[in-house]
């Protein structure tokens, strides 16, 4: 409990991670708060056809926030320090402290899985204000079971994010390509018209979790099973590499 104590106060102490929780609120509300506006004039000219998806798509495409949050909790320990501090990294006195490399991931994992937990649930708060803020009486009821898929969806990305970025130990690769996946364009989706196996790909059964995307083929619960085995086997490979490789090199 210790040093899991000391992975939080670590993490909240970079300023990124700041910068993370602002869009990982804002973001969100800003999709969900557009998207309202559009749905309301469809409901006032009696076309509207997704409102029961309204805020959903918010959290489906507002997730930046806790891909900063994984990718910053891993590639911060590898940033060289200044000349006055020795021009190390910090790398070498987290592992100084928990000698156990396993038990160093698993607590930074555990940092992460909380933080970004909070962060999902401070995203639904902002974006069912937002929703209710533009829509008012035709605001659709939320319902629990989908806001509690959008966390582990939440969470699940922010453990992606973190075991890419164990693997690569650089931010910027993880952070380019995830962001890019979930906001401009998916790339799971463009491997689908190739193979109808890239609908198993963790972005894509991570959605199933609590939004309809017109072609489901998995329940909710099932992708969120097949999403953590995403998250788990990406695990165990982060920790294979973590623990043979020279991690100061």
Not at 21 to 32: D, F, K
Not at 71 to 94: D, F, H, K, R
Not at 98 to 110: D, E, F, I, T, Y
């Amino acid at each position: 409990m210790r040093a899991f104590n000391s992975e939080l106060s670590k993490l909240f102490s970079l300023p990124g991670i700041w910068l993370a929780y602002l869009i990982g609120a804002i973001a969100p509300a800003a999709i969900a708060a557009l998207d309202s506006m559009a749905q309301k004039e469809e409901i006032l000219a009696g076309v509207s056809t997704r409102l029961s998806e309204v805020g959903y798509i918010g959290l489906a495409l507002g997730v930046q926030g806790v891909i900063i949050l994984g990718v910053l909790a891993v590639s911060s320990e590898y940033l060289t320090e200044s000349s006055e501090s020795g021009g190390g990294q910090q790398i070498t006195t987290s592992l100084t402290v928990v000698s156990s490399r396993l038990h160093l991931l698993l607590v930074k994992a555990g940092a992460v899985t909380v933080t970004s937990i909070l962060l999902s649930v401070v995203a639904i708060m902002t974006t069912i204000s937002a929703t209710h803020f533009v829509l008012g009486e035709y605001t659709p009821a939320f319902e629990v079971s989908k806001l509690i898929g959008a966390v582990c969806y939440w969470t699940f990305t922010a453990l992606l994010a973190f075991g890419i970025t164990v693997l690569t130990r650089n931010g910027i690769i993880p952070l380019a390509v995830l962001i890019i996946n979930t906001s401009v364009v998916s790339f799971s989706f463009l491997l689908s018209k190739v193979t109808k196996l890239a609908l198993y790909l963790p972005d894509r059964v991570g959605i199933e979790m609590f939004m309809f995307t017109g072609d489901r083929f998995l329940t909710p619960f099932t992708g969120g099973l097949v999403m953590f085995a995403w998250v788990f086997v990406l695990f165990i490979v982060a920790a294979i590499v973590f623990h043979r490789r020279d991690v100061a090199a």
